[in-house]
T-cell receptor, first 114, second 115 residues
Framework: NAGVTQTPKFRVLKTGQSMTLLCAQD?????MYWYRQDPGMGLRLIHY???????AKGEVPDGYNVSRLKKQNFLLGLESAAPSQTSVYFC?????????????FGPGTRLTVT | GENVEQHPSTLSVQEGDSAVIKCTYS??????FPWYKQELGKRPQLIID?????GEKKDQRIAVTLNKTAKHFSLHITETQPEDSAVYFC??????????????FGTGTQLKVEL
């Protein structure tokens, strides 16, 4: 199993450009999450999904959109990138069901917006 | 919403000593408390977690304690080794319907184990 994978690994954007980050998991997990990690601030939840076709806002959703058309994929979109969105983005997934709470993280995408 | 505070932000110990990292949370409804280890340039990895119906959990050199009344939980690492050097994050969650959870993370502790 590959676990949780993310593409791309690195990306540089200019202000105003758009892009989509792809997260894929092969563990048949119901739940998927997008976080951003900034120095000194830990990880903050952007959006999450409780199943195929569903999405919900997390702690810092502004400027991002998400979609989960297939159970194994969770896409994070930036429609008009801003320098404040320079960060490392992590995707995670977890099983559904009581007692199975562990979130498995992908390797991250380092995004720089100039 | 939930707020998690983590201390200290940096911790330096001698190899073989113990290390303790403390976190407090604000939402009394939180019921799941994981700890993640993140090495430089790598993804966070779960090292131990605890549910609110348990006061203490241990896994070899790592233990976590939870005080629900005071709303704080701690990570204890004994007999530290150089490979324990990393950033450690605590988190708290209330849980989502069906078993998922929205984690709120602390700001991290940079642990350095010196020879």
């Amino acid at each position: 199993n590959a676990g949780v994978t993310q593409t791309p690994k690195f990306r540089v954007l200019k202000t105003g450009q758009s892009m989509t980050l792809l997260c894929a998991q092969d563990m048949n997990h119901e739940y998927m999450y997008w976080y951003r990690q900034d120095p000194g601030m830990g990880l903050r939840l952007i959006h999450y999904s409780v199943g195929e076709g569903t999405t919900a806002k997390g702690e810092v959703p502004d400027g991002y959109n998400v979609s989960r058309l297939k159970k194994q994929n969770f896409l994070l979109g930036l429609e008009s990138a801003a320098p404040s969105q320079t960060s490392v983005y992590f995707c995670a997934s977890s099983y559904g069901g009581v007692g199975r709470y562990e979130q498995y993280f992908g390797p991250g995408t380092r995004l720089t917006v100039t | 919403g939930e707020n998690v505070e983590q201390h200290p932000s940096t911790l330096s110990v001698q190899e073989g000593d113990s290390a303790v990292i403390k976190c407090t949370y604000s939402d009394s409804a939180s019921n799941y408390f994981p700890w993640y280890k993140q090495e430089l340039g790598k993804r966070p990895q779960l090292i131990i977690d605890i549910r609110s119906n348990v006061g203490e959990k241990k896994d070899q050199r790592i233990a976590v304690t939870l005080n629900k009344t005071a709303k704080h939980f701690s990570l204890h690492i004994t007999e530290t080794q150089p490979e324990d050097s990393a950033v450690y994050f605590c988190a708290a969650s209330k849980g989502l319907t069906g078993g998922g959870n929205k984690l709120t993370f602390g700001t991290g502790t940079q642990l350095k184990v010196e020879l």
